[in-house]
């Protein structure tokens, strides 16, 4: 009998302690900020965050997902603020009635990577279209991350230039790892493939075994990103004054300063370009 | 095999010079799992042992249903969990959505079944052990539960391993309810995932071996206490 | 608890009938028990011997006919029986642990537990197990210590079902020099077997089944000498009550 009460008070005591654990977090201010996996992985709100915290006192938790998904997370409310680089995406989320405006906040670009051995011979090419049309012809690996991400989005516009239809080849030379940018680059890496990324992800990647950048700076592979506020007029909880304070910072001199002045391994990676008055 | 030794070497390091974010993701992850399997054993041991010994209509049903749900994806477990406490489902009123509650909520979703299960077949097998001899002695199913659980109870410690193990081993579910915060609701095998999206192969593998070292502690440190337990009873 | 406070014997059957399946078992039984004298259940395997004890004893319910305790009306005449099996069914804890166990479920107190459990041990000889697992102990010291955990219960009746047919002629001895203790204490014994000499030593009223049907029911002294009943007179010489020998009925 005294053993069975020693076990209840056991037990309850440790209860006690792991609720009280749990519940830790739940008693600051915070936003909930819907991002995705490549601006996450960069490094760059890891880097920024923490300053406004310490300007506002609010903590941001982030949840980093697909494109798509992010902005789903947002339409359904689980999210205050929106961050995410697709335009057409964006503008159908403020015109739909989910967020209260878009604003510019800052871009970067995307890159074609693949084996440094190059089969396709396409380094340094000046006209994207023909690039990918060199690898098609060559039947060269191309993975397409295939998950509805604003990376994937932006590579099938791409490819639409070139009116191959990818549904027809999909699974031969041209393959959908339906993961992210992450997966797919140590995808691509293991199977001497070409792909599309962000430079960010590029950058901080350490499983860069056999490849490299092989086309960029081209006008197609311009990146913006657009930060959205979501709408309390349909989700009537969403921390819209919070939420606004921390756009506003971001397009404040200082939170533009902070994203400018952002670096992976000596390298500059996101630019500012919010615009003036907004 | 240098990314295997280099792995070791890491985890080793990191556990050794305490690491402030391993020790917050291990202790959320212990806390997380810890949470599940004592809610769900609240709930699903009594109920396994009411189906193993009790007859009545719908059983075999129930027990089948039972058995299959062992199999449900932490994927899609974490999926109906999102949808249920997303705002615009029938729980978001609670707001409890990206927290480690929503993780422990999804846990001790996955895990009830493979804990009523196991809890089931084992008090069955021993009900059918005794069931003439406690009957005899007066106990019908009701009073001689305790006494069944307190017989079994090396093989219920098994089936609460088994619980804890499926939960602290599986990112799907939480994954899709916690949103992987950093500091908020990462935990050991989230952060595996994110290190290999990263591309860092070597710290996502030296994190599971601190996983690894966690299972290992839990398990041996389970299979000391019967050691123990038995060597007092000579 | 005491073994005389309102008697629930006798007990009477009356055209009791088991079925399994299409299979009858126990076949229109009658008789009559009183308090006091040794019964054995006597017979052949598969006589039915062990599933008329567990009808008697509430284990299993009848297919017809009635079971009827003295003012069973009253009271729940399980309180007041225990029942020995073929092989003893030990919890996994002490011995000790096992006897406190069948008093705790009749709502002894804990130092009344104590007290009877102690004493039932050392009139067993099973003091030294005590704090042993019981499962550790041999097979013809866990039958003793079922039978310690019977007695304990101070049962007006005790039932066994052929509880030494496994055990050595010395553990069997033991046993039944035990079970003459319980019985010269006041408790009734009801006990099968098939071995003849245990029925010559322990009996006082013999009856005899075969095939699921009451063929005699007498005092030992008149049944062993003089059987009424031409299988019962088979069976006491030896003889195997099978093929020919079955066409003999009373």
Known sequence: MRAIATVFATVFALGIWLYAGVSAHSAEKFITLTSTTSTENSGLLRHILPMFYKKSGISVRVVAVGTGQAIRIARRGDADVLLVHHRTSEKKFVADGFGVKRHDVMFNDFIIVGPTADPAKIKNMKDLTAALNRISSSKSHFLSRGDDSGTHKRELSLWMKTGINLKKVSGTWYRETGSGMGATLNTASATNAYTMTDRGTWLAFQNKVGQSILVEGLPPLFNPYGVILVNKAKHPHVKAKEGQVFIDWLLSKEGQAAIGEFTIKGKKLFTPNAKKGQ | MTDFSDALLTSVGLIVNLNQDLTEIVLLSLRVSFSALFIATLIAMPVGAAVALYRFPGRTAIVVFMNALMGLPPVVVGLIVYLLLSRTGPFGVFGLLFTPTAMIIAQVLLIMPIIGALTRQVIEDLWAEYEEQLRSLGAGPGRAITALIWDGRYSLLTALLAGFGRASAEVGAVMIVGGNIDHVTRVMTTSIALEVSKGDLVLALALGCVLMAISLGANGGAYGMKALAERSEK | ?250
């Open chain 3, 1 to 250: 608890m005491t073994v005389n406070a309102d008697s629930i014997f006798p007990l009477e059957l009356t055209d009791l009938r088991y079925e399994a399946g299409d299979k009858r078992l126990i076949n229109d039984l009658s008789f009559t028990l009183k308090a006091g004298p040794r019964t054995i259940i006597l017979g052949p395997n598969g006589a039915g011997k062990s599933l008329l004890l567990r009808l008697c004893h509430g284990l299993i319910n009848p297919s017809g006919g009635a079971i009827r305790w003295h003012g069973a009306q009253a009271r729940n005449p399980s309180d007041f029986q225990a029942m020995v099996f073929q092989r003893p069914i030990m919890l996994r804890r002490s011995a000790q642990a096992n006897v406190d166990y069948a008093l705790a479920l009749r709502g002894v107190s804990r130092a009344e537990r104590k007290h009877l459990t102690q004493e039932v041990l050392e009139k067993t000889g099973l003091t030294e197990f005590a704090k042993r697992p019981a499962r550790v102990m041999s097979f013809g010291e866990q039958q003793k210590l079922a039978l310690a955990r019977a007695w304990v219960l101070k049962p007006q009746v005790l039932f066994l079902d052929e509880p030494t047919a496994s055990l050595d002629p010395g553990a069997t001895y033991a046993f039944e020099e035990i079970i003459a203790e319980i019985h010269a204490a006041g408790t009734k014994i009801i006990m099968t077997t098939h071995n003849m000499g245990q029925a010559r030593r322990l009996a006082d009223e013999v009856l005899f089944i075969h095939q699921g049907k009451l063929l005699e029911h007498s005092p030992a002294a008149d049944f062993f000498t003089a059987p009424k009943n031409p299988l019962a007179e088979a069976f006491i010489r030896g003889d195997l009550l099978w093929g020919p020998n079955q066409e003999m009925q009373s």
